[in-house]
């Protein structure tokens, strides 16, 4: 294999981890992803990862998601064929894959709100296959790419498929954090790492990073949190509240998704404060309005739009975000059922973001052409 592009062209079946129904998962060989529409792109996976959204799907919380679907929104590849609509892209380049695909045209992408566009919005390893797999389909390939320098860091860049946008715009932005805040982050996971991350960016005074799991805070620590609280002896507003003088904190960004941690945040927001939901909630929470009514706060939710792509992809490039040090474990797509184990017991392997690396295809051989 001298030329990867006439090797992987001759290629029709691939790898891809594939969803059997709940906790049934498998890597199985899948035909190889064709041009549906003229405005697809087929991109040949060389790095994906793993979200919590996929083992919310592995446990059964997505019942939409049918049996034969192959997972994953989250990917940076190389462009292996274009539609004839296609005009922003070419074979070879270099692309990160956005989870939110959006056609452009419809009353939701006109508004910017492309997770919820009418053609698109969170489809990929969802309602069509997704990026765990040796090539992905991606429709309205002008919209839902972003095309990368050859020189770009696959491990850095694929954060900004899913997790960093994610904690960019339902937490910091919508928590409008801002210089001096003192912002409460509830859930250290990749997507509350992800909120501290992005929340730096705008200087507030102090992060209070609240989790069950002393690695994660240790983490958390190292990411930039100022101060970590301990919530699993059940004293985490007591402690938020000694921390800031029983003044409370100005933006509390929920990143769990239950009612435990949506408690904390409306326990410990400060009046003129806001609350910022990120997480996915299957379940009711009891909203205290007894408490907040008068207390002029603001509660946001959001589905992530990646709006802020570009954004973050310059902040990457020039050094002053370090999307990298989350990721944590490294996988061969040939190995990836290990990673999903890995990232299944994340508090155990001390995993945050578990990086899978599609070397089937001849991806060393295109290395020489970038
Ligand atoms: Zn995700
Ligand atoms: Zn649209």
Redesign the pocket.
């Known amino acids: 294999m001298t030329n990867s592009d006439e090797s992987t062209n001759n290629i029709t079946t691939m790898k891809a981890l594939v969803f059997h129904g709940p906790n049934n998962l498998s890597l199985d060989d899948k035909p190889k992803p064709v041009i549906i529409q003229a405005t697809d792109v087929i991109v040949r996976i060389t790095t994906t990862t793993i ?3 996929d083992l919310h799907i592995l446990k059964g919380d997505v019942p939409t998601i049918i049996d034969g679907r192959i997972l994953g ?2 990917g940076v590849g190389i462009v292996e064929e274009t539609g004839t609509n296609v005009l922003g892209f070419h074979k070879g380049d270099k692309v990160l894959i956005s ?1 939110i695909t959006s056609c452009g045209n419809c009353s939701f992408c006109k508004k910017g709100m492309y997770s919820h566009c009418l053609s698109g919005g969170w489809i990929l390893g969802n309602s069509i296959d997704g990026t765990q797999a040796e090539f992905v389909r991606i429709p309205f390939a002008d919209n839902s790419l972003y095309l990368l320098p050859p020189d770009a860091d696959d491990e850095a860049v694929v954060m900004l498929s ?2 960093l946008p ?1 904690g960019l715009e339902c937490g910091t932005l919508n928590g409008h954090v801002k210089p001096g805040d003192i912002v409460a982050i509830i859930g250290a996971g990749p997507v509350g790492l992800a909120a501290l991350l992005t929340s730096r960016l705008y200087s507030p005074a102090e992060i209070i990073m609240i989790d069950l799991d002393d690695n994660r805070l240790k983490v958390a620590r190292l990411f930039g949190a100022t101060q970590v609280v301990n919530s699993s002896d059940g004293k985490a507003v007591e402690k938020v509240l000694t921390l800031t003088q029983a003044a409370g904190v100005d933006v509390a960004i929920e990143a769990v998704g239950i009612s435990a941690t949506f408690d904390i945040c409306q326990s410990i927001i400060a009046p003129g404060g806001h609350i910022a939901n990120v997480g996915v909630h299957g379940k009711p929470v009891e909203l205290h309005l007894e408490k907040l009514w008068a207390s002029n706060i603001t509660l946001t939710t959001r589905l992530v739009d990646a709006g802020t792509t570009s954004m973050l992809l310059k902040m990457i490039q020039s050094g002053r975000l370090d999307a990298k040090k989350l990721v944590s474990h490294r996988y061969e797509l040939t190995d990836i059922m290990k990673a999903y184990d890995t990232f299944s017991n994340a508090a155990k392997e001390h995993a945050i973001k578990v990086v899978i690396r599609n070397t089937c295809t001849g991806e060393g051989n295109s290395k020489g052409n970038l």
């Open positions: 979200c919590g959204t929104h989250e989870l899913c997790i994610t």
